[in-house]
C-alpha cells in the first residue's frame, strides 16, 4: 500500500497455486476474508474496498464461495516472507 501498512496477506488456507488461479480467471488479484488484514482495511457499504487511510484499493465482488476481494495490482505489492527469499 502506499502507506507501507500490510493490506493482505495469501494465501490462507489455500495452495499460491488456488490463489494465482483464481486470480487469474477473475482478472484481478482476488483475496478472501481470512487473507484481509481487517486492521487496515474497510469495505464501503457500495462493496467498495478501501485502505484506512482512504486509499481505493478495489471491491468485493462476492461469488459462490463467499466474500471475494478483487484488488486492483497497483494497490499492492508482494513482500516476500523470510522462506520465500531463502
Known sequence: SVTGKPLFVAPIDRSAEQ??????????????????????????????????????????????TGNRYCINLVSIAGKPTNEASS
Open 19 to 64: 490463489f494465482v488461479q483464481e486470480s487469474k480467471i477473475h482478472g484481478w488479484p482476488s483475496f478472501r476474508d481470512q487473507e484481509v488484514v481487517w486492521d487496515n482495511v474497510r469495505v464501503l457499504k457500495d462493496g467498495e474496498t478501501v485502505s484506512v487511510d482512504g486509499t481505493h484499493l478495489g471491491h468485493n465482488l462476492p461469488d459462490r
